[in-house]
């Protein structure tokens, strides 16, 4: 397949923020040539998130940009949009997340390019989706974290809800996204006719719980926080030492024995309230609090040297400093140092897939607003 596999396509990126950059990150990642169209004087709103900026640039930017060239198109005016046009006509895909309706107000709604181009697959990505009584509204990943039910059971119980620190319905979005356009890619190879594909953070914070949704259709309760644990596994979850935590995950019956007889508390297998999982779930907080003594009187290091001989499931918590210092992730090539005209030391995080071993490559690091605006041959086929 190769770490290029979608070279020779070209994509045009009218996106901001987050979810919609990072579904163009993906396939320029894989070798299309992606061609980011901004707005004059301004560009995506992420170049103005910060600090922290590296370089003078926003380290969001950076972080979604990247494999793209920068374009400045004012497709209000009849020239911006003749120049769109024409840029559209030859194009493989468009991947927009502007609020419903902008585009189509200025003539490039989904009805309107597939008559320009019948073989463009044209990808919406929205925050509330493209109908219904929300689907105007403007939407961040945080907002939709809270409608969507997931902020609720976030955090410890007893405690005020809190968002999942990283852009997960964004990132997962544009996921979905770029997936999506790769299946109509793969259509189009055998209709020969494009298509609409739609996304939604609201549609991916639902697809990200189902468990959660069938236990409240199954027992009519609603879920609770549950802090580093999880429903209906226990022991699951991160406990106190006497230096910081460690989290245990005790996924099954023989792993719960062994880790018992590990640290040191084969008592806690002849307890009836801890004698299956069923029951361990149950009378979670006693099993909780009966760990959290024993994890306390000794440091994590050495209890995850323990359980880890024994072959039980564990792991410090780590700092970003030790994880990137950890020779696993730079075995796995979790981060890569990429040569940048203005930063020096300057590393990003490449796609979490190989292809033979390979990993697709960052050939190109994120644009200065419009970077290419003066260079004609983005105008030209394959280039």
Known sequence: MGVAALAGLRVLDITTSVAGP??????????????????????????KWGPPFWGGESCHFLSWNRNKRSVTIDYKTEAGRELLRALLRDADVLVQNLRPGVLAANGFGWEDVRELNSRLIYCSVTGFGGSGPLSGRGAYDPLVQAFSGLMAMTGEDGRAPVRIPVSILDQGTGMWAALGVMAALRERERTGVGSHVET??????????????????ATGELPRRRGSGTVGIAPY????TADGFLVLAAGNQGLWETACATVGRVDLLADERFVDNESRVVNQAELEAELSATFSENSTQSWIA?????????????????????EQVRAVGGIVPVEHPVIEGYAAVPLPVAFDAERPPITRVAPTLGQDDDQPQWLARRV
């Open 22 to 47: 990072f579904a163009t990150l993906i396939l320029g990642d894989l070798g299309a040539d992606v061609i980011k169209i901004e707005r004059p004087g301004s560009g995506d709103d992420t170049r």
């Open 200 to 217: 939604s953070l609201l549609s991916t914070a639902m697809m990200w719980q189902p468990t959660q949704i069938a236990s409240y259709l």
């Open 237 to 240: 979850g991160a406990f106190p």
């Open 306 to 326: 323990a359980l880890e001989a024994a072959g039980v499931p564990c792991s410090p918590i780590q700092q970003l400093d030790q994880v990137l210092a950890h």
